[in-house]
């Protein structure tokens, strides 16, 4: 069990469609990211929340919207995906920021854009 | 920039030891760690090392750091099919907002 939950666990959509991906984190930590993974990719980084606030937006395109609500949150709102967008999106969080320390994942979101 | 490299793939019988590399960029890098990822699941944290050491066990697994060369690697001893997985190496430093991983080593394990 690694403290961090995802749902859900796989979606299909179409590319007209509007879904959101949920994470939540049991841990008390305080930031909190999502990840994109793509077959044969590494880790591509898109969002970061410190404390709910955004800190980083890896030029990640607008049909992707991230929300945090609370430390224990965040949210990836979808909208007019593209097929290439497919891939596992994950969640991870971390005590804090910019102190180096270890990120705990989620298990996965796997994404199908039809 | 940073960046963090690794082989793509290694496969061993079981019973082996593998031996994961990985070779980072970026000197300032003060921690380093390694992630398992097995199939339809997210990444699991299996251990991590602190720049100022060169060594740390944990049970099956050896981590080797030559901060001199920025090359880290993970050593499974006696390795079993269910240690198949990919295993990502990462970076971060002080003051850096995320951690930078590498593409990552797929293990195969031969019964």
């Known amino acids: 069990e690694t403290g961090v939950t995802q749902t859900p666990r796989h979606l299909v959509m179409g590319m007209t469609n509007k879904k959101s991906l949920k994470c939540e984190q049991h841990?008390?930590?305080?930031?909190m990211y999502w990840y994109k993974q793509s077959a044969k990719k590494p880790l591509e980084l898109m969002f970061v929340?410190?404390?709910?606030?955004?800190?980083e937006n890896n030029s990640v395109p607008s049909r992707f919207s991230p929300e945090c609500p609370n430390s224990s949150h965040l949210f990836l709102h979808l909208h007019t995906l593209q097929p290439e967008d497919s891939a596992l999106y994950l969640c991870?969080?971390?005590?804090?920021?910019?102190?180096?320390?270890?990120?705990?994942f989620g298990p996965g979101t796997r994404l199908t854009v039809t | 920039g940073e960046d963090v490299e690794q082989s793509l793939f290694l496969s061993v019988r079981e019973g082996d030891s593998s031996v994961i590399n990985c070779t980072y960029t970026?000197?300032?890098?003060?921690?380093l760690y390694w992630y398992k990822q097995e199939p339809g699941a997210g990444l699991q944290l299996l251990t991590y090392?602190?720049?100022?050491?060169d060594m740390k066990q944990d049970q099956r697994l050896t981590v080797l750091l030559n901060k001199k060369d920025k090359h880290l690697s993970l050593r499974i001893a006696d390795t079993q099919t269910g240690d198949s997985a990919i295993y990502f190496c990462?970076?971060?430093?002080?003051?850096?907002?995320?951690?930078?991983f590498g593409s990552g080593t797929r293990l195969q394990v031969q019964p």
């Open positions: 991870a969080s971390s005590q804090d920021l910019g102190q180096g320390g270890e990120q705990y």
């Open positions: 841990l008390g930590h305080n930031a």
């Open positions: 929340y410190n404390f709910k606030e955004q800190t």
């Open positions: 970026d000197s300032s890098s003060t921690y």
């Open positions: 090392i602190f720049s100022n050491m």
């Open positions: 990462a970076e971060s430093a002080k003051g850096r907002r995320a951690l930078t």
